[in-house]
């Protein structure tokens, strides 16, 4: 591909003048330019952020987003850190082979999104957050109803009581601090006097909300994946060392369903703080630019025969976790939790079939790419 290909007038879903990047290369080395902020230089401009500060409220500007990641990011690395997740481990093991025994009592067919995929990394978070077993279906209703944009009065409702929910668990930690998250927290903010109950908060609703829809969306992948490439389905279930390298290739490719519909091209979005010279265009301070990563993800400079899904590949430097300083903090957990359940699956359901043609499986209309919203399962 010429390189100037690498960087396209596009619009963006809006219709407004964007620009797109693709490649590998260029998506990999612009997503880790810091001349491209989440914030948009000019106060005026109507989208001023793909996604809130996880302090909460909207973030004035490029500077302030960057000092706000640091000091967001130098909180939660260590807490998110593959060590700091050991303690975790057996917890999501549980809860994994919980929701594997209510699949298997509530079916054959039943609908693994509902049973798993949808539940799975809401109940992970609750247990990174210490909260009581007794409130982990209160919580998740609140954040299912907190995400409702279409009704904004229940979205609201939901979101308050997931902060009211917050408020009085920060305060139960204080007194009885346990292996979790808001306990550290709470022992950082002992060092840190800016970090107050409600910057915890924040950072707790910005963890569930993080860590929820993507999560959801790579289970429903790696199922309609594997049910969908039986011998590389069959190589997992043989040899469950391939766990890892096979979380990576989910990753990495698109689901039958993304593939099935015209697929979108822009993924991450960010807005140029000044301008930059890259490819001989200039992108300049306000542009929108957004990247490419699917196809980046399938670029033939750097993925062999990219358009096959192979469990068996040895690099698989895919983008979906981002790259650069806004790296997913959440990388470990989500290795954790996907690696645990695909061996498990296969394991106790070594005839698991799609229970409807794949035609059938309805998407989920807002949000994440490639999500479903049912996914009907049988064995
Ligand atoms: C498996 C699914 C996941 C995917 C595909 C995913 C994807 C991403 C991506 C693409 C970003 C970067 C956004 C950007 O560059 O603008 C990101 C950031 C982030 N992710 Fe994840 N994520 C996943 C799971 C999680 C989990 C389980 C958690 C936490 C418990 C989490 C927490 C975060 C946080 C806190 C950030 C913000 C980092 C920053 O802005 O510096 N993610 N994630």
Redesign the pocket.
Known sequence: MASTEMIQRVSDTQGRPAWLVSGHERVREL?ADPRLS?SHPNPGHPVRL??PG?FGGPIPDPEAELAD?HR??KL?TPL?SARRLESLRPRVETIVDTLLDELHRSGPPADFHTAVAFPL?AL??CE?LGLPAQDHADFCRWQIEAKQVSKPAVARGGLQSLWRYLGTLIERKRWVPGDDVISDLLDAANLDPQLTDDGIAH?AA???F???A??V???DRGMLLLLTHPEQRAALQSDPTLAAQAIEEI?RFASPIERMRAARRG????YASADIEVDGVTLRAGDTVMFA?QEANEDENVFPDPKRFDITRERIPH?????????????H???L??RYLFVSLLQRFPALRLAVPLEEIPPLREA?AGAVSELPVAW
């Open positions: 997503l989440r793909t996604q996880l990641l967001m990011r939660l998110l990394p992970v978070i990174l950072l910005g963890l569930l993080a860590g929820h993507p999560v969306a790579i289970i990753f993924g991450l979005t960010r990563v983008l979906s976790l981002s790259h650069g300083a806004h790296f997913c903090l959440g990388a957990l989500a290795r939790e996907l994440v």
